[in-house]
């Protein structure tokens, strides 16, 4: 093999390897910027307009018209139960990550999955009334109503769990 040969061979090489460190780096940029964005976008103007309707129709009559909650939520009722909680800021939802929501609305609020085992709720599985699209849409809506240090706190806690 002659230096030329050598030569060309080598800068083939070089290049290959380039062009695979290239895209191993806009893989590894591409994966974390599409964990950077949830299912439920609050700045998804049609998805919050989807999940308003939805949520007016499904979970007002219990969470609320303005997110409110039922009163004195932090306690039992007579029967044992938990009042529903608030979705605006006053409330918990916003502690949870993107997941956990989701699981919450789909399947209810299962004790020793998404709440302690003793926990009681009226909540209901809402995964045979609502498709995953109105699911995540009602989370946009209950997102886009909270102030942007309580948004970017939530999105921290939904990475967070994401990394586990």
Known sequence: MNEASRGLRNSIGVGLLGAAFAFLAGAIIVAQLSGERSPADPNNATQVALGKSVYDGRCASCHGARLEG???WQEKLP???MPA???DASGHTWHHPD???FGITKHG???GKYAPPSYRSDMS???AVLSDEEIWAV???IKSS???DIRRAQHETTRERDRR
Do not use: E, I
Request: cysteine-free.
């Open 70 to 72: 039922q009163p004195n």
């Open 79 to 81: 029967g044992g139960r």
């Open 85 to 87: 909680p608030p979705h």
């Open 99 to 101: 997941s956990v929501l």
């Open 109 to 111: 609020l299962v004790p």
């Open 125 to 127: 599985a809402f995964g």
């Open 139 to 141: 989370l946009a809506y």
């Open 146 to 148: 909270w102030p942007s």
